[in-house]
């Protein structure tokens, strides 16, 4: 009998591993994965928007907004290169700059002792007498905003002329020298008249009008202050009053979010492989038993095996094709991120940590095999009905749709960090089991839910092979005869001879 079952796996395996598809799928996959940031990356708009302030009011209102920007990228290229430093443990190349003290929210006084140190030059080369060759370099924020003088024409235009220069400047093809993404223009009574036009070629974000409408009321009260008797100085104190605010915050990767997405990585991609590998060996699967039916060939197997034997090897030939996928992909994965250093040695690091226990390793084994299992069955009970592509197609839709909505939601709401009731009753309804457990690995799951939920899967294929078994040795032996609900109904109830 194992004989048999091992000779119909080793030619379901074949037959699979012997299509085109199963070779494109094998490669194409991990290339796809890992293209997908790269691509990402590319489409990244990473151009500054340029900004034309038209300052016909003395021009320091145009100043102050230039500064003001120039203000917020320093204090996010001194909080970037401050996560750089705290994940790297680069605090020893100068434990007194900015950059090394992360306790804080960064303010103007921070960035003129950074500039006044040097800036981001001098700081790099400092982390750069103490870094490992293989910590990445450190890569700067890109500004959001760059700011052009207005030419001449435009400074002086008015009414129809000013709009149609400015429009011109708008609708200038991206690569235009002279172009323009938001013009301000400050009129010659500001701050009497405080009206500010702005013109934008979309939409304009938060980012730029919050800081816009600040600097220009800073710029407002600091003349009314000095217009009513102060000192610019004592004006300027009192518009620079803040609290400086401590701030506590865990190293990169070591929040709880972070933490709970990192450690989710490589369960969730499992339970993405299992869902990916069960359509793609259960279309296989049912193209070989169409072929085998549409060729007469099951009448020569049915003569020198049973039934039962022909089932198992089918399900034993499966369950080989997922775990070489499985394997091929993982081995991809494994080979790309321990070849790489840095940012990505380091996220793999805790992505793994959930994996490493010999329980884990256990659960991810038990979970992914049991789960091949309990949908392979019914991909096999539907080969056995069905005598041509479409009718398998007939009955394999409504199935795999019941199995991979519940599932999609799953996966969802374990990212959103969500664990409601429709979590837990998935760990528990068998054919989700898998993907549940599989998924929540990351998260934690309590020991006894797994258990438990691991034994219900268990006499859940138990069932299966009892129940499906017949149904797969009826249908074989009523070649011919597409069942109803009630044949399948007879065939499932009725005990082998």
């Known amino acids: 009998m194992i004989h048999n079952i091992l000779l119909v796996a080793r030619r379901e395996f074949r037959q699979v591993v012997a299509l085109k598809s199963f070779w494109l799928t094998l490669v194409l996959i991990p290339f796809a994965l890992a293209l997908g940031p790269l691509i990402g990356e590319s489409l990244d708009d990473h151009d500054p928007s340029r900004v034309v ?62 500039r006044r140190s040097g800036g981001l030059d001098a700081a790099l080369a400092k982390i750069g007498r103490v870094k490992a060759e293989d910590t990445p370099a450190f890569d700067p924020p890109p ?54 036009r702005l013109w934008a070629n979309e939409r304009p974000k938060a980012d730029f009008v919050t800081p816009l409408q600040d600097t220009l009321t800073t710029d407002i009260r600091q003349r009314l202050l000095t217009g009513s008797g102060l000192s610019p100085q004592a004006a300027l104190t009192i518009q620079s009053a803040a609290p400086a605010i401590a701030v506590t915050t865990p190293p990169p990767g070591g929040g709880a979010k972070e933490a709970m997405l990192v450690r989710s990585i490589v369960p969730m991609a499992l339970a993405y492989i299992l869902m990916m590998g069960l359509m793609l060996s259960g279309s296989w699967m049912l193209q070989g038993s169409v072929e085998e039916r549409s060729k007469k060939l099951l009448e020569s197997i049915l003569a020198c095996i049973t039934p039962e034997e022909l089932m198992y090897g089918k399900l034993l030939g499966a369950l080989a094709i997922g775990l070489s996928m499985l394997t091929v992909w993982l081995g991809a994965g494994a080979v790309a991120a321990f070849a790489s250093h840095g940012a990505i040695a380091d996220l793999i690091r ?102 438990g939920a691991g034994a219900v899967l268990a006499a859940f294929i138990a069932i299966e092979v009892i129940f499906l078994g017949r149904l ?10 597409k069942p109803g609900l009630k044949q399948m109904l007879d065939r499932l109830r009725a005990a082998p001879e």
């Open 350 to 451: 805790p992505a793994l940590a959930p994996i490493t226990e010999p329980g884990a390793i256990v659960a991810l084994v038990f979970f992914f095999i049991t789960g091949y299992l309990a949908i392979s069955i019914l991909f096999v009970a539907i080969g056995a009905m069905a005598d041509t592509m479409s009718d398998a197609q007939g009955y394999l839709m409504p199935v795999m749709l019941g199995i991979l909505l519940p599932v999609t939601f799953l996966l969802q709401a374990i990212i959103a960090g969500n664990s409601g009731p429709m979590v837990h009753v998935l760990t528990w309804v068998p054919i989700w089991t898998p993907f549940a457990v599989l998924a929540r690995l990351g998260t934690g799951i309590p020991t006894f839910e797994m258990v």
């Open 143 to 196: 500004a959001d905003y760059t700011f052009t003088p207005p030419s001449p024409a435009l400074a002086q235009a008015e009414g129809p002329a000013l709009q149609t220069q400015v429009d011109t400047l708008l609708k200038a093809d991206k690569k235009a020298a002279a172009r323009a993404d938001l013009v301000v223009l400050i009129g010659p009574n500001y701050p009497r008249d405080p009206t500010v």
């Open 472 to 481: 797969f040795r009826a249908s074989l032996l009523a070649q011919g005869q």
């Open 53 to 114: 302030v038209i300052d016909r009011a003395g021009g320091s209102a145009s100043a102050a907004l230039e500064a003001r920007f120039a203000l917020d990228h320093d204090m996010q290229v001194l909080a970037d290169l401050s996560r750089y430093v705290q994940r790297y443990g680069l605090e020893k190349a100068d434990p007194a700059a900015p950059w090394a003290l992360h306790d804080r929210l960064y303010t103007p006084a921070d960035v003129l002792a950074f």
